[in-house]
């Protein structure tokens, strides 16, 4: 790993990238957010479908625990608050199995609790909810989570938006919606087509691919003519690109993807020290029609697609793309 290298005045990783990269450092790294910020403690027991005001004083009356060691193993996370509730949060990335720890930890809940939680967070959508011996099992994944916290309240906090990076960076989450579009113009194509890069504002998630629609005016057909597999995404100042140089090798397919990726991201000499958002992909997949909005201004345009106005994070699904491409269809 590459702490800093020479030619650069700091390192760019936080305290969260020190742990790691596997199941253990983002269980680590989930519970530190909880236990340090209140706002996030109390979103995340909402979303698991617990009502309890977000006060100092209930924060000060709850236990987080990591690495529970117990009869029946060794949990991952634990929160509880006497006897109002007792979650157990199973954490798991890529192909981790679940099977034997549904039933695993049934046991292991304070028997005196009125709700008990068994929360599986893998990189799975499975959204699926059971009750077994009175215990709420409810699965989710990793993206909910960044979604959950993915908003101006939480994002705007430097100890959210660092393990939101953290975590979309070092875990290739499967997403949702499928296809980002986004409106590109004629500053940003450049980059595109010679570097097999898209530069944005900040921001988080991880789509599978990426489908720019080039606008009027810049002199390409207008519409969606090119669709390019997502290999890795980033958010980091310019200057700081070589530092991330082993995230960038992690991500590709041959070396020669490296060292183009990292000349799109320090192409162009303006906003050097701002922090954008950076889409590492690859050669883009050719269209032989280019895909258009929704014309007109019938009730309804653009559902499952896109009409004028192209809103920011705009994604669909393999389905909705491949309904507008005439020659599969």
């Not at 009750?131 to 994002?155: G, Q, R």
């Not at 883009?284 to 019938?298: E, N, R, V």
Request: hydrophobic share 35%.
């Amino acid at each position: 790993m590459i702490i800093k290298s020479r030619n650069t005045t700091k390192t760019t990783l936080s305290s969260f990238d020190l742990l790691g990269n596997d199941e253990v450092a983002l269980a680590k790294a989930f519970a530190f957010l909880l236990s340090t910020d209140k706002d996030c403690y109390f979103e995340f027991i909402k979303f698991l479908g617990i009502r309890q005001t977000n006060s100092e004083k209930n924060f000060f009356n709850s236990d987080i625990k990591t690495e529970k060691k117990r009869i029946e193993g060794r949990t991952d996370i634990e929160l509880e608050f006497g006897d109002l509730y007792h979650i157990i949060v199973e954490c798991k990335v890529r192909g981790s199995k679940l099977r034997k720890q549904r039933t695993q930890y049934l046991t292991a809940f304070n028997q005196t609790a009125k709700k008990k939680i068994l929360c599986f967070l893998t990189q799975e959508r499975d959204t699926n909810k059971q009750i077994a011996n009175d215990v709420s099992i409810i699965n989710t994944s990793w993206l909910e989570i960044i979604e959950l916290f993915n908003s101006k309240h939480f994002s705007n906090k430097p100890l959210v938006k660092s393990f939101l990076n953290f975590a979309t960076k070092n875990y290739k989450m499967k997403y949702l919606k499928e296809i980002l579009i986004q409106d590109l113009d004629s500053s940003e194509i450049y980059r595109y087509e010679t570097f097999d890069v898209y530069r944005r504002d900040e921001t988080f998630g991880t789509p599978i691919y990426f489908a720019p629609y080039f606008i009027k005016g810049t002199g390409k057909m207008v519409g969606i003519t090119n669709l390019s597999k997502i290999l890795g995404i980033l958010t980091l100042k310019p200057n700081d690109i070589l530092n991330l140089k082993s995230e960038l090798e992690s991500f590709a397919n041959n070396p020669s993807q490296v060292e183009r990726w990292i000349k799109g991201v320090q192409h162009g000499k303006d906003n050097q020290l701002e922090i954008y958002t950076y889409y590492f992909l690859d050669k883009p997949l050719k269209l032989k029609t280019a895909l258009k909005k929704d014309s007109g201004i019938k009730k309804g345009r653009g559902k499952n697609w896109i009409a004028a106005h192209i809103t920011p994070n705009r994604c669909v699904t393999f389905t909705d793309f491949i309904k507008h491409i005439p020659e599969l269809v």
